[in-house]
């Protein structure tokens, strides 16, 4: 009922703002609805009741009327017949009772329905009369009865004749009565409707929530821990079980990302304990029994090159953290990128040569972008340093840069050994490796091609990778020309 309705407001609004909760929202307008449209409906009965017992009372008038017309007109010599009809026919009518009076032009009353007199003067009629223009009106009785009344001027049979007048007017008592009793029981109906709708709204309201309030239990109850339950979206209205699926989709999404992450947190783990194990287990060794010079010197080397491999992996994982922070990381300029390809053509030029493999660029006038060009350098160095690891001596790697339109194309193609088919989806993924031979130790650490995408990314270009076992390896990054 409207009390709970407004105690539910009362505790939704508690002084704070809150918006107003959907299933009070929905209890309030489908008790409003139903109860206008219990109001319309009951308006309309009654008011098509009136309309309907005013046209029969109305007919029956003008029925009557035709009578004494009739009466007059054809037979005006014939009084029998005519006050047979206005003294007696009328006079004992119990329901729908009706007076008629026939008066001369001088308003001397010829016939008239006993009583009628004592209930409205033939004056009393004809002042009404005269505003009402000849039709239909309403007039209250010396009783207080309400009658309905006519005046109609009718000629007699011959032209010569004067016209005479009727006066009929028709009891309305029982037709008030009627409609009175209507607009109680209209009242009774409102009343009943002003009890039930409230109920039957909540009730409504309550009913079609359920299944969101099912949902936000279900969501409330999932944690990081929990994050492989699922939202039931069966046995739901159509758009709830749309929204539980879509609710299930970002859990999908949410437990890869966080299997993903776990995953990623333990593969760090494993690649430091990697290069510190070895550190702590030379130092160990050259501590157990004194060593000569050389000997420490060896351990301390060694020592050197883990901390350098340690140090290279936390600034690239560190690289990667921050890349995926929002933000802008990028000191984009208009430069070209034949320059900055050359730039790294040079700097693995005498790997290039030890490896036996051939380092060719490619470029056709000039290529311009806006970039940041150590990033796309750094970017480059790997897909150049990943081409020469894997290709075997001369063969060879070649770079190229084309302008297309709004975009600036690069790629690095090798002759190498090239990635198994099953392998290719993977490469882009943190700490992977290709091929298991090389181990973690004589191989790099597998961030490579994850830093270089980022930083392609960052561009807000692409990155596609094409590769055929003992053929080849072509990586091309697609960025666009302009600072978007
Ligand atoms: N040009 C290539 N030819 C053949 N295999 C490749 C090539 N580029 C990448 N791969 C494979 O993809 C894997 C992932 O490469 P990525 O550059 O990410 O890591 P990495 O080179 O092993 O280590 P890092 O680059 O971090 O030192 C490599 O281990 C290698 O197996
Ligand atoms: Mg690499």
């Known amino acids: 009922m409207f009390s709970k309705i407004l105690t539910s407001i009362l ?10 909760s959907l299933a009070l929202m929905l209890a309030v307008s489908y008790t409003a609805s139903s109860f206008l449209i219990v109001a319309a409906i009951t308006a309309l009965l009654y008011f098509g009741l009136a309309e309907n017992l005013k046209k029969l009372s109305e007919q029956i008038m003008a029925d009557e009327l035709d009578v004494c017309r009739a009466l007059i007109q054809a037979r005006s010599n014939d009084s029998h017949a005519l006050r047979e009809e206005v003294e007696i026919d009328s006079a004992v009518r119990r329901y729908q009772k009706f007076y008629i009076r026939v008066m001369n032009d001088n308003g001397r009353a010829l016939f008239t329905t006993p009583g009628m007199d004592r209930e409205m003067s033939a004056a009393l009629i004809a002042r009404e009369a005269a505003q009402q223009n000849g039709r239909v009106f309403w007039l209250k009785a010396a009783s207080g009865k309400p009658y309905r009344a006519v005046v109609a001027r009718v000629s007699r049979d011959s032209g010569d004749k004067e016209p005479w007048n009727i006066q009929l007017t028709m009891d309305l008592s029982q037709e008030v009565e009627v409609l009175s009793q ?14 039930l709708c409230p109920r039957a709204g909540i009730a409504a309201a309550r009913w079609g929530t359920r299944p969101l309030r099912e949902v936000s239990e279900t969501a409330r109850s999932i944690s990081s821990s929990t994050l492989n339950e699922r939202i039931r979206t069966e046995g739901y209205p159509s758009e709830i079980a749309s929204l539980a699926g879509t609710f299930n989709a970002m859990l999908q999404r949410l437990e890869d990302s966080f299997l993903r992450l776990s995953r990623f947190s333990a593969d760090i783990a494993h690649e430091l304990r990697t290069p510190v194990n ?3 287990g030379e130092s160990e060794v050259a501590l157990a029994r004194p060593r000569t010079i050389e000997e420490y010197r060896e351990t301390l080397g060694s020592c050197l090159e883990e901390s350098v491999r340690l140090s290279e992996l936390i600034e690239s994982l560190l690289f990667l953290a921050r890349s995926e922070s929002p933000g802008d990381h990028l000191k984009r300029k208009r430069q070209n990128i034949a320059t900055l390809l050359s730039g790294v053509q040079e700097y693995y030029d005498a790997a290039a040569s030890e490896a036996g493999v051939r380092l060719q660029l490619d470029c056709d006038g000039e290529v311009i972008g806006d970039v940041d ?26 770079l190229t840069a084309v302008q297309q339109s709004q975009q600036v194309r690069i790629e690095v193609r090798d002759t190498g050994s090239g990635i198994p088919s099953e392998s290719l989806p993977k490469v882009f993924d943190r700490f992977y490796r290709a091929d298991s031979a090389r181990t973690r130790h004589s191989g790099g650490s ?7 995408r980022q930083i392609v990314f960052l561009h807000g270009g692409d990155v596609k990778i094409e590769s055929e076992t003992s053929l080849g390896t072509t990586v091309s990054l697609t960025l666009p020309s302009l600072e978007p």
């Open 11 to 20: 505790r939704l609004r508690g002084g704070q703002p809150q918006s107003p």
């Open 446 to 452: 597998g961030l490579g091609l994850s830093i270089m």
């Open 373 to 398: 060009g150590p990033l796309l350098q750094r970017a480059l160095g790997n897909l150049v340093s990943n081409a020469l690891a894997h290709t075997p001596a001369g063969g060879t790697v070649l």
């Open 278 to 280: 070895n550190i702590r």
């Open 182 to 195: 209507h607009r109680i029981l209209i009242w009774i109906v409102l009343a009943v409707a002003a009890i």
